[in-house]
Structure formats: structure tokens, C-alpha cells
């Protein structure tokens, strides 16, 4: 089992004392200490997978890492390109990409018309497949997209 952190040995020191007042019969230190060690990685573990995700809502949420996109706990498929691109956005969340970025980003060029009208074809796909539009226009400018 894994070490435990000085402020978690105050937790498990606190906690073995206040559950030893609550048991009807004595647990044994080892057994409570290794109970409460278990607890303790459990609430790490699940917070470290809170942290992986982005909520837009309690409908919606963008996991980091697999960079995968989930509607009411249900994946939605998005071809490399696009998943690619909400990668992108969601690592600028609540700030604006430009186009030239999104460009740079997607496929190593600059920002010309032809590009910029393929970033609307790509974007038109995306907003096919989601529920809600969550990817916001910036006139003249770039795209974002923002969390509650």
C-alpha cells in the first residue's frame, strides 16, 4: 500500500481514535489503520478522476486525457480531426483560439481563406454530433468554448 502523506496520518490517527469510540467491540489498530488507508485512496482516486474531466454541465463533460466527449455518461465518436480539434479548445477552455492557431494546431499551415472554410466544415461536423452547440463563434476571430 502506498505511503501515507504526513496530513493523512493525521487523518488516520483522528479517525482510528473517533471510530474506536463509535465500535461496539475494540478493532484491532492494524486492521482499522488498513481499512482507513483504503478509504483514503479510494477519495484520492476518485478525486484525481473528477479533476480529468471539464463539465460543461451536469450533462456534459470532456475527458482529458482520452480526449473523449460525453453526453449524459455516453461517449460520442468524433473522427481524429475533430476530436483533435475539441482537444484544442478545451485546453484553451473559456478563451478564444484563432484561426491562425487552430491552423498552426491542426495541420502545421497558416491561416488562409481555404483554411478557415475548412475549420467551418470541420466545425459544422462537430456541432452534428453534440447535443447542445457548446463551440461559441468569435466573429472575425476564433472559436472557444466555456464552462459554467
Known amino acids: 500500500m502506498d505511503k501515507i502523506r504526513t496530513q493523512d496520518k493525521e487523518l488516520v490517527n483522528l479517525l482510528r481514535n473517533k471510530l474506536q469510540g463509535y465500535t461496539i467491540e475494540a478493532i484491532p489498530n492494524e486492521k482499522l489503520e488498513d481499512t482507513i488507508k483504503t478509504?483514503?485512496?479510494?477519495?484520492?482516486?476518485?478525486?484525481?478522476?473528477?479533476?480529468?474531466?471539464?463539465?460543461?454541465?451536469?450533462?456534459?463533460?470532456?475527458?482529458?486525457?482520452?480526449?473523449?466527449?460525453?453526453?449524459?455518461?455516453?461517449?460520442?465518436?468524433?473522427?481524429?480531426?475533430?476530436?483533435?480539434?475539441?482537444?484544442?479548445?478545451?485546453?484553451?477552455?473559456?478563451?478564444?483560439?484563432?484561426?491562425?492557431?487552430?491552423?498552426?494546431?491542426?495541420?502545421?499551415?497558416?491561416?488562409?481563406?481555404?483554411?478557415q472554410e475548412r475549420i467551418k466544415t470541420l466545425i459544422k461536423q462537430i456541432r452534428k454530433k453534440l447535443p447542445t452547440n457548446i463551440i461559441k463563434n468569435i466573429f472575425g476571430y476564433g472559436y472557444k468554448i466555456e464552462t459554467l
Open 39 to 115: 478509504i483514503v485512496h479510494r477519495i484520492r482516486k476518485s478525486s484525481r478522476s473528477r479533476e480529468d474531466f471539464i463539465y460543461l454541465d451536469e450533462s456534459c463533460k470532456w475527458h482529458r486525457m482520452n480526449r473523449a466527449f460525453f453526453y449524459k455518461n455516453k461517449e460520442i465518436i468524433f473522427t481524429n480531426k475533430e476530436r483533435e480539434f475539441l482537444a484544442l479548445l478545451f485546453r484553451h477552455v473559456n478563451n478564444t483560439v484563432t484561426y491562425g492557431n487552430i491552423c498552426i494546431s491542426l495541420w502545421g499551415e497558416n491561416a488562409d481563406p481555404v483554411k
